[in-house]
Nanobody, 124 residues
Framework: QVELVESGGGLVQTGDSLRLSCAGSGPTFTRYAVGWFRQASGEEREFLGT????????YYADAVRSRVIIKRDNDANLVYLQMNNVRPQDTAVYYC?????????????????WGQGTQVTVSS
């Protein structure tokens, strides 16, 4: 069973960049596509982007496309989310999630596995 653990959250300043990591355990992690989501207090979980198993197909939500980069290191079982020029509206709990399908998934229910989330707070 693959488990996901996010790290890298914390307090960042407006305009800074943040980099989150998603560590996947287990030998089958590379068989999963990984997505990033976030959930602000009182809001629904929001899709940010996803990357395929082979690292060749990142796909981003339109709302963050210009500010987000997702990369994957299968040798290290890690997936990264970099968000540039953060704003207070980016304050949320950020989650990584995994799914075995080859198709792009943008909705939370399409993902089978979830990390516990990492809090990101952007100060103005």
């Amino acid at each position: 069973q693959v488990e996901l653990v996010e790290s890298g959250g914390g307090l960042v300043q407006t305009g800074d960049s943040l980099r989150l990591s998603c560590a996947g355990s287990g030998p089958t992690f590379t068989r999963y596509a990984v997505g990033w989501f976030r959930q602000a207090s009182g809001e629904e979980r929001e899709f940010l982007g996803t990357i395929s198993r082979s690292c060749t197909m990142p796909y981003y939500a339109d709302a963050v496309r210009s500010r987000v980069i997702i990369k994957r290191d299968n040798d290290a079982n890690l997936v990264y989310l970099q968000m540039n020029n953060v704003r207070p509206q980016d304050t949320a709990v950020y989650y990584c999630a995994a799914r075995r399908s080859l198709l792009i998934g943008t909705r939370p229910h399409e993902y089978e596995l979830w990390g516990q989330g990492t809090q990101v707070t952007v100060s103005s």
